[in-house]
C-alpha cells in the first residue's frame, strides 16, 4: 500500500482555515440575530373554548387568558385548553424558528 502524498500545502491551509473562521464569524453573527429577533417575536394561540396563550419566539410564555366561564369546568378542563392555547402559539413560533435558521443556513458559503 503506497502512502498517497497530500496535496496541501501550508499556504493553502492558512487560506481554508481562514475562509473557515470567516464563515463561522458569520454564522455566528447572523445566530446572535436570529436569537434576537426571536426574543422579539409574540406569538397568539388559542384553543376551542376562549383561552389565550401568548409566548415569545424562544417559546417563554408571555400571558396566559382564561374566560371565566371555563373555570366552572374543572382544572382538568382548563389546563386542557391552556395546552391547547400555548400549542397553538408554539407551533407558530417553531415555524419561524425554522424559517430564519433555514435562510442562515441557505447564506452560508460553501467552503472549496
Given at each position: 500500500?503506497?502512502?498517497?502524498r497530500s496535496t496541501l500545502t501550508?499556504?493553502?491551509?492558512?487560506?481554508?482555515?481562514?475562509?473557515?473562521?470567516?464563515?463561522?464569524?458569520?454564522?455566528?453573527?447572523?445566530?446572535?440575530?436570529?436569537?434576537?429577533?426571536?426574543?422579539?417575536?409574540?406569538?397568539?394561540?388559542?384553543?376551542?373554548?376562549?383561552?389565550?396563550?401568548?409566548?415569545?419566539?424562544?417559546?417563554?410564555?408571555?400571558?396566559?387568558?382564561?374566560?371565566?366561564?371555563?373555570?366552572?369546568?374543572?382544572?382538568?378542563?382548563?389546563?386542557?385548553?391552556?395546552?391547547?392555547?400555548y400549542k397553538s402559539a408554539y407551533?407558530?413560533?417553531?415555524?419561524?424558528?425554522?424559517?430564519?435558521?433555514?435562510?442562515?443556513?441557505?447564506?452560508?458559503?460553501?467552503?472549496?
Amino acid at each position: 500500500m503506497a502512502l498517497r502524498r497530500s496535496t496541501l500545502t501550508m499556504e493553502n491551509y492558512r487560506e481554508k482555515l481562514q475562509q473557515f473562521y470567516e464563515v463561522a464569524a458569520l454564522v455566528e453573527q447572523q445566530a446572535k440575530q436570529v436569537q434576537v429577533d426571536l426574543e422579539q417575536a409574540e406569538f397568539e394561540g388559542s384553543s376551542g373554548k376562549g383561552v389565550h396563550a401568548s409566548i415569545h419566539g424562544t417559546y417563554a410564555p408571555i400571558v396566559i387568558a382564561i374566560p371565566e366561564a371555563l373555570l366552572v369546568e374543572g382544572s382538568e378542563a382548563v389546563a386542557e385548553q391552556i395546552l391547547e392555547a400555548y400549542k397553538s402559539a408554539y407551533q407558530q413560533a417553531k415555524a419561524l424558528r425554522q424559517t430564519l435558521i433555514d435562510q442562515v443556513l441557505e447564506g452560508v458559503p460553501q467552503l472549496q
